[in-house]
């Protein structure tokens, strides 16, 4: 051994952890989910090739998941493919149904198989740093429909996610296409509740400088709104209308981060990879404690619920120990017989009084003794192997 070796705890003996195992008494290791969402033509395919080839030259390779089942051209390979489980195609011929209609059916079923797909990221978790998951080219099958929100609250709620929201920069120059952008933006938010990182995309193309000085001066913004009022010469309503917009969204940009990239040259992806750390962090403080919290009061539902079921079964089978019946033995016939309520069965003179059923069932068992000793003096000879006849004709024989 050189002297440049460190030393061994020969002692120890030979570790038996995998580099990926969390030392004791370390937490475990946790990787973020990048959650791509964007209009179609936007760049987020092109961005997972960017950020996966990103990762991969620092040696972190990603984890991938593809939700998009009508992609044709993918770049890079996905660990699991919606395409390998659903052929959109199929759907829309066995469905009739249109492409939305077939990519949404689609994500559907994919869905109901998701919690498997769940327990493959999971297993994978500990030895990655990063997951990445593409999603539908129309942006509200998987924003807006039940099974994006499924697969968004299923992935959130079992490891750190953020959601990267990709703009297509050069087309976001006007500042009515600006603010619509923002405002979908500003719904996905609230509808996710996830950390959200706005990716201005394509700025080899045009800077995304314009946004940031938008998103943090509204006079700035309101100042591009009169040129361009100047140009068309009228002064519509939509532009009061946005101008207001951008005051109310002022508290919504305050909670975001925004980068701009390339995912075609690759610029901007130390920025965006430290504003998902940053958003990683945020997940952690802000998110996770009321992800717990709502988790908590859907388990505490769901008991409430099962007890109320279970109630109603007892009540419909009329089990209730609580209310014997006038015989003292309460209607449960699988209950406990409570002592106290044996006093309903003594008279007037405290002597224990013959219970009614009792009497009938007595009464019903000697009359079943004395057709059975008639019905043997009938011989089984006389009428065969199949001999059923009645009590009536039995007393009558
Ligand atoms: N110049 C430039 N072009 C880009 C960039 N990113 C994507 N593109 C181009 O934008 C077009 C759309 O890119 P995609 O990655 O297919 O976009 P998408 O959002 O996945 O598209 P859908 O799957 O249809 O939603 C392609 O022609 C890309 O080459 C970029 O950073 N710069």
């Given at each position: 051994m050189s002297d440049a070796?460190?030393?061994?705890?020969?002692?120890?003996?030979p570790?038996?952890?995998?580099?990926?195992?969390?030392?004791?008494?370390?937490?475990?290791?946790?990787?973020?989910?990048?959650?791509?969402?964007?209009?179609?033509?936007s760049g987020k395919t092109t961005l997972m090739q960017r950020l996966n080839s990103y990762l991969h030259s620092k040696d972190m390779p990603p984890y991938i998941l593809n939700l998009?089942?009508?992609?044709?051209?993918?770049?890079?390979?996905?660990?699991?493919?919606?395409?390998?489980?659903?052929?959109?195609?199929?759907?829309?011929?066995?469905?009739?149904?249109?492409?939305?209609?077939?990519?949404?059916?689609?994500?559907?079923?994919?869905?109901?198989?998701?919690?498997?797909?769940?327990?493959?990221v999971e297993k994978r978790a500990e030895t990655v740093d990063h997951?990445?998951?593409?999603?539908?080219?129309?942006?509200?099958?998987?924003?807006?429909?039940?099974?994006?929100?499924?697969?968004?609250?299923?992935i959130?709620?079992?490891?750190?996610?953020?959601?990267?929201?990709?703009?297509?920069?050069?087309?976001?120059?006007?500042?009515?296409?600006?603010?619509?952008?923002?405002?979908?933006?500003?719904?996905?938010?609230?509808?996710?509740?996830?950390?959200?990182?706005?990716?201005?995309n394509k700025t080899d193309v045009t800077?995304?400088?314009?946004a940031l000085e938008w998103m943090d001066d509204f006079q700035a913004y309101q100042r591009a709104l009169d040129a361009e009022r100047d140009e068309s010469g009228e002064g519509s309503y939509m532009n009061s209308l946005m101008g207001s917009m951008c005051l109310v969204l002022e508290e919504f940009y305050t909670n975001l981060r925004a980068v701009?990239?390339?995912?075609?040259?690759?610029?901007?992806?130390?920025?965006?990879?430290?504003a998902v750390e940053a958003a990683k962090k945020e997940y952690e403080t802000d998110y996770r404690p009321e992800i717990t919290r709502l988790a908590e009061e859907r388990r505490a539902r769901t008991e409430a619920n099962k007890k109320s079921q279970l109630d109603r079964l007892m009540r419909d089978m009329n089990v209730d120990d609580a209310a014997p019946s006038r015989t003292g033995r309460g209607s449960n016939p699988f209950g406990p017989y409570p002592r106290a309520d044996r006093e309903e069965l003594l008279d007037e003179d405290g002597e224990e009084q013959e219970d009614p059923e009792e009497e009938e069932r007595r009464a019903r068992e000697t009359e079943d003794?004395?057709?059975?000793?008639?019905?043997?003096?009938?011989?089984?000879?006389?009428?065969?192997e199949f001999w059923v006849f009645t009590t009536d004709q039995a007393k009558g024989a």
């Open positions: 070796e460190p030393a061994t705890n020969v002692e120890a003996g570790s038996t952890a995998k580099p990926s195992d969390p030392m004791p008494g370390e937490a475990k290791k946790e990787p973020v989910v990048i959650l791509v969402i964007g209009m179609a033509g998009d089942p009508a992609v044709t051209h993918m770049p890079y390979t996905a660990n699991i493919d919606i395409r390998d489980t659903v052929d959109y195609k199929e759907v829309m011929k066995q469905y009739n149904l249109g492409p939305n209609g077939g990519i949404l059916t689609a994500l559907n079923l994919f869905t109901t198989k998701f919690d498997q797909v769940l327990g493959f997951i990445l998951v593409d999603t539908p080219g129309q942006i509200e099958i998987f924003t807006w429909s039940a099974s994006g929100a499924i697969i968004t609250d299923a959130a709620s079992s490891l750190p996610t953020v959601v990267a929201y990709v703009i297509d920069t050069p087309r976001t120059t006007a500042p009515a296409t600006f603010m619509s952008n923002m405002l979908y933006a500003c719904s996905i938010l609230y509808k996710t509740r996830l950390p959200f990182i706005l990716v201005f800077p995304h400088d314009f701009g990239v390339s995912a075609m040259t690759g610029q901007g992806m130390k920025a965006f990879f430290e003794m004395e057709e059975a000793e008639l019905a043997d003096d009938v011989d089984p000879q006389e009428h065969g």
